[in-house]
Each structure stands twice: as C-alpha cells, then as structure tokens.
Nanobody, 124 residues
Framework: QLGESGGGLVQPGDSLRLSCANS????????VGWLRQAPGKEREFVAA????????RYADSVKGRFTISKDAAKNMVLLQMGGLKPEDSAVYYC???????????????????WGQGTQVTVSS
C-alpha cells in the first residue's frame, strides 16, 4: 500500500517535496516511480529510482529541476521538485514494482503498486 504526501498549491518558481511511503513493507528490491496526470491529459512518467542499483530516470521536462531519492530511515521515496512551472500542475502518483529492468523504468504499464495520488498546483 503506497501513500503519497506533500502536494499543495505553490507559485511558479517554488519548490515542493513529495513523499511516498510503503505501509506494506520496505521498498527493498523495488523500483519506485513518480508519474503525473493533468486534467484532460494522459498520465506521464516523471522520475524513477531503481533501489537495487541506484539507477534513476527522469522525464526531459523535469531534468535538472526534480530529484528522486530514498529516505531509508523513514522507508520513503522522495521527489524534490524545484523551479516549478504551471505545466507541472497535476496529480502525482507514486508507483512501485519489483524486478523492473532499467529499460522499463519509464513505462507506467510495468508498475504494479500505485498510490492514490497527491495534487500539485502551480499557479500565481
């Protein structure tokens, strides 16, 4: 059971940190991804972290602005978002899967566990 937190309303240029917790156990052996969906748009990949190897992947639209990381002590995966833009507004979902190969990290169809999502709104 995945749960996201940290969403909210911010202004353009602000930062926000999203957290993904796994109430069903640890993230050991998982790949954890963040995906988002804006109204009227398809869900899109944002970032992913392959916890077994440390590999990360980012969508081109967020590279240099977003960072995905783990907080092992809290059993969480974090998404630090900076330089937020109105086009970053969406519901952000945390997703996880075991045994995901690196090439599949950016593809939402491979994720088997999903959170309920947290709303991020960037507006002045």
């Amino acid at each position: 059971q995945l749960g996201e937190s940290g969403g909210g309303l911010v202004q353009p240029g602000d930062s926000l940190r999203l957290s993904c917790a796994n109430s069903g156990g640890t993230f050991s052996g998982y790949t954890v991804g963040w995906l988002r969906q804006a109204p009227g748009k398809e869900r899109e990949f944002v970032a992913a972290l392959r916890l077994t190897t440390g590999h990360t992947r980012y969508a081109d639209s967020v590279k240099g602005r977003f960072t995905i990381s783990k907080d092992a002590a809290k059993n969480m995966v974090l998404l630090q978002m900076g330089g937020l833009k109105p086009e970053d507004s969406a519901v952000y979902y945390c997703a996880a899967a075991r045994g995901l190969i690196i090439a599949s990290m950016t593809q939402d169809i491979h994720y088997t566990n999903w959170g309920q999502g947290t709303q991020v709104t960037v507006s002045s």
